[in-house]
């Protein structure tokens, strides 16, 4: 009789091999950095006690106005590596402006969740703009003096083609509006459609959308600045 030849399944197992990894030892601690004595207590107040990798390595760079490319896990701190240096430069010139623009929806609220603790106390107002929402609500917040616009790249879009999106840049000197520290987002509609409604009156500035914005963040697999 003709002998057939036995299935060995470990011929097609590959042995795990434990790689060890060594600590992370960040070259900085946090009074290290060239920022607010506000911000630096906002962080102690989130019980970050010591920067993560990508926080070591690039706040040093953003703060001294340097382009960067983070490139970073999920959870490692990321979006408070961009975002610490952006509330210290607007600590600093309340004139200035940010466009953050994130893939998600989920994203972008919790870039502003994030926002609003580490900008706590510091009178620094910020708008939500992602779809699924009332857009009118969104425009009319987005014509008012703000420091920060958090949005998804669809509703961008959205806003700039609208002409009443547009938003008045403050004068030098001028300061931010005063009222609620930052703008809530409205709860969705009953279709999660965009809700058309009269315009507001038009504004004879250029829009925040047309290159009035100073700085510019992508929020994704990777951050630019």
């Given at each position: ?196 409604g009269q ?22 697999g990777y951050?630019?600045?």
């Open positions: 009789t003709r002998q057939q030849k036995s299935f060995q399944p470990s011929m097609f197992i590959k042995k795990a091999e434990m790689n060890e990894e060594e600590a992370y030892q960040a070259t900085h601690v946090w009074a290290d950095f060239a920022i607010s004595d506000h911000i630096k207590r906002n962080i102690t107040a989130r019980g970050y006690t010591t920067p993560t990798p990508i926080q070591d390595q690039i706040i040093p760079h953003l703060l001294e106005g340097k382009d960067v490319i983070g490139l970073a896990h999920t959870g490692t701190g990321k979006t408070a590596a961009f975002l610490i240096p952006l509330i210290d430069k607007i600590s600093r010139d309340n004139r200035e402006k940010v466009l953050i623009i994130a893939p998600t929806r989920e994203l972008a609220v919790q870039i502003q969740e994030e926002h609003r603790q580490f900008a706590s106390g510091m009178n620094q107002t910020s708008v939500l703009c992602i779809g699924g929402v009332n857009i009118k609500a969104q425009v009319d917040r987005v014509r008012r003096i703000h420091h920060f616009v958090i949005c998804t790249p669809g509703r961008l879009i959205d806003l700039e083609k609208r002409p009443e999106s547009s938003a008045r840049a403050p004068a030098p000197g001028q300061p931010a509006e005063s009222g609620p520290m930052h703008h809530e987002e409205p709860a969705p509609d009953s279709t999660g459609a965009d809700t058309e315009s507001p009156p038009a504004s004879d500035a250029t829009g925040f959308f047309h290159l009035e914005t100073d700085l510019a963040v992508l929020e994704g951050e630019t600045l």
